[in-house]
């Protein structure tokens, strides 16, 4: 005997729905900032192979030269950021995450970030002012994300929702805001909007925020450290990730692809005991 249409739909709704829910098993990360999170353009070759493909990215632009489409998950092979950007922090913080996770588990990563920007690109309501007055050359990167870095990177969130779960927010950036003391409550600010715009709560869902190249390293904003390390005063749910012993290029603001591995690596050992006590 056939099965009654209503029946017949509530199962093809049933099957539908378990298809497309979250897989808690998927974990994503938010990752932005300026340059350094983009990564500095050059990827040596042994880093372009050899990624799990447990490690995924969501393209946040399109990428017609690496065949990605806005909004759609792909093997997170270098650059992971846009086209023209290199490894990044994000890089070996994925590869390092799903080489000590269970087999089950899955690492997704979201890149939103803008060279040279000071926090304010992030903050949308300075945002349309810092734009207005940026130097020239960053104003098509600004522009890649419709005008509004926050605004893509809440929307790729979004999306990376309906597929797994969000368990944490990187961020590094800060050159540009050397010396500035309301920073850490603009970092506060832009981490609560992502927060309450993707309802997130902030138990759940850590702040990881890397050192700038340190002094040893020739540093220029290695001052900006000491104001980096005042994030968890203000945010009990931020970590600061250390930059010690990450190589850095000559210009004294970029790594360099061993200081960008060793960063990442970093970040992930600070993500790892959180997981671990959530999981308790």
């Known amino acids: 005997m056939p099965r009654p249409p209503l029946l017949l739909f509530a199962v093809v709704l049933l099957a539908a729905t378990a298809a497309s829910a979250q897989d808690p098993n998927f974990h994503v990360y938010l990752c932005l900032g300026q340059s350094n999170m983009e990564g500095f353009p050059g990827i040596p070759e042994e880093d372009k192979s050899g990624v799990d493909p447990r490690f995924q990215v969501m393209a946040a632009v399109e990428f017609p030269e690496l065949g990605r489409e806005l909004g759609r998950w792909y093997p997170a092979r270098p650059p992971l950021c846009r086209a023209d950007s290199g490894l990044s922090p994000a890089d070996y913080f994925g590869r390092t995450l799903v080489a000590q996770l269970p087999a089950k588990v899955r690492v997704g990563v979201v890149s939103v970030a803008v060279a040279g920007a000071r926090i304010e690109v992030f903050d949308e309501a300075r945002r349309a002012d810092y734009v ?127 200081g960008y591995r060793r960063l990442g690596r970093n970040y992930a050992r600070a993500m790892l005991p959180l997981l671990a006590s959530a999981a308790d």
């Not at 104003?139 to 368990?167: F, N, T």
């Not at 002094?215 to 220029?220: L, M, P, T, Y």
């Open 132 to 258: 207005a007055t940026a130097p020239d050359w960053m104003q098509p990167i600004v522009a890649a994300y419709d005008g509004s870095p926050y605004q893509r990177l809440v929307a790729m969130a979004q999306r990376a929702q309906q597929d797994g779960v969000i368990k944490g927010i990187l961020l590094h950036q800060g050159e540009s805001n050397t010396g500035d003391a309301s920073w850490p409550m603009q970092v506060k600010g832009v981490y609560e909007n992502l927060l309450r715009d993707l309802g997130l709560t902030a138990t759940a869902v850590p702040l990881l925020v890397g050192e700038l190249v340190a002094a040893d390293q020739g540093g220029k904003c290695a001052s900006m450290n000491a104001l980096i390390a005042t994030l968890p005063e203000v945010i009990p749910t931020a970590h600061v990730v250390s930059s010690a012993g990450c190589l850095a290029r000559s210009d004294g603001l970029h790594f360099t692809p061993e």
